[in-house]
């Protein structure tokens, strides 16, 4: 079974600090997704990632395959990206649909 | 703008009632998904369908059922609602596999 695994389940932080998330994963995979949860809000994808490495703006997300874990990095960090922080993958083989498990999500607030 | 759209956002039944929430997308993907959100547990998948007249059995399926007679919506019902349905159900879709997904606002259900 696909289990995937996120670290830390909570963080807080101050304006400005850099932030890393992580992910865990047990399977072989054909895609990553990290997504943005706010309060009482819908779901946004911020990456999909299948190798290396990706950026918007202050977001950048790494994925190293053989090790099986991907991280979500926030640079100088704002009160606005206090949110839930959800990672979901794509087994390569099965899983039905898009087969997409997700991880329970790490909340971040970040204190001005 | 094209966009996914559930309704209604809020809604209370009482055990034993049949209920259907609505997804509706304008983006003209093949894929829809409907998932539950539930404390301690990460996004799970009820029901998904590939394209018209597709439809498929998810994770957590018992008493759901969807089904797909355009490609625009993929209606959920739940066919006598139970406690147990209790949870924030989101609509989701995309186009070809391992391609980003949209998701919808959400909707809260509430059994009593």
């Known amino acids: 079974k696909n289990e995937v695994e996120q670290s830390p389940q909570n963080l807080t932080a101050q304006e400005g600090e850099f932030i890393t998330i992580n992910c865990s994963y047990s399977?072989?995979?054909?895609?990553l997704h990290w997504l943005q949860q706010h309060p009482g809000g819908g779901i946004v994808s911020l990456f999909m990632?299948?190798?290396g490495k990706k950026k918007h703006g202050r977001l950048i997300a790494t994925i190293n395959i053989q090790e099986k874990h991907s991280s979500l990095h926030i640079t100088a960090s704002h009160p606005r990206d206090s949110a839930v922080y959800i990672c979901?993958?794509?087994?390569?083989?099965?899983?039905?649909?898009?087969?997409?498990?997700f991880g329970k999500g790490t909340h971040l607030i970040i204190q001005p | 703008d094209a966009e996914i759209t559930q309704s209604p956002r809020h809604k209370i039944t009482e055990t034993g009632r049949q209920v259907t929430l609505a997804c509706h997308q304008t983006?003209?993907?093949?894929?829809m998904f409907w998932y539950r959100q539930d404390l301690g547990h990460g996004l799970r998948l009820i029901h998904y369908?590939?394209?018209?007249?597709?439809?498929n059995k998810g994770e957590v399926s018992d008493g759901y059922s969807v089904s797909r007679s355009n490609t625009e919506d993929l209606p959920l019902t739940l066919e006598s609602a139970a406690s147990s349905q209790t949870s924030v159900y989101f609509c989701?879709?995309?186009?070809?596999?391992?391609?980003?997904?949209?998701f919808g606002q959400g909707t809260r259900l509430t059994v009593v």
């Open positions: 989701a879709s995309s186009g070809q596999v391992n391609t980003e997904a949209f």
């Open positions: 399977v072989g995979i054909s895609a």
């Open positions: 990632l299948s190798s």
């Open positions: 979901a993958v794509r087994p390569r083989l099965g899983g039905g649909a898009d087969g997409l498990t």
């Open positions: 983006w003209n993907h093949n894929n």
């Open positions: 369908s590939y394209g018209v007249q597709d439809t």
